[in-house]
């Protein structure tokens, strides 16, 4: 596997603006880098080898740096709400929460992966294969 992280915090604060993921500590960054990489990992089932890519490929730590920037934003995000900081108001049977466009969590789907990633996907391997052979 290529050596980790393939990003760094600095790349992912340079890529944002988004005040909340600036603000992040590098401690806190490293490890949503590391779960962008492991699910980067996970979704095209390829390690990334040092023998077939010397480079981690540009598309890749794109997808990374995506990734680690919407784990970051959904992590200060919950923060948030946790704390009370959100807007809240409840009539009778009907209450509502308003968010800042920042703290709305994008789904992994909607950040367009595929198209960065797909290239790079890797058949999974369909299990154990017996064959019997016998004589005729």
Same mark, same amino acid.
């Given at each position: 596997m290529a050596s980790r992280p393939?990003?760094?915090?600095t790349e992912?604060?340079? %890529?944002t603006e988004i005040k909340a993921v600036k603000e992040r500590? *590098? *401690?806190k960054l490293r490890v949503d880098i590391s779960r962008a990489e492991k699910y980067v990992i996970k979704y095209t089932n390829n390690t990334f080898s040092d023998t077939e890519y010397p480079l981690i490929p540009s598309d890749v730590k794109n997808a990374v740096i995506l990734l680690a920037e919407n784990y970051a934003r959904s992590a200060c995000?919950?923060?948030?709400?946790?704390?009370?900081?959100?807007?809240?108001?409840?009539? *009778?049977d009907y209450s %509502?929460?308003?968010y800042t466009s920042a703290e709305i969590s994008e789904e992994k789907g909607d950040l367009d992966l595929?198209?960065?990633l *797909?290239?790079?996907k890797k058949e999974k391997p369909r299990g154990n294969i017996i064959l019997r052979?016998?004589?005729l």
């Open positions: 393939w990003v760094t915090p992912v604060k340079a %890529y500590t *590098d *401690d995000a919950s923060s948030r709400s946790s704390r009370g900081e959100n807007k809240s108001e409840t009539f *009778d %509502y929460t308003a595929g198209y960065l *797909d290239e790079f052979v016998t004589k």
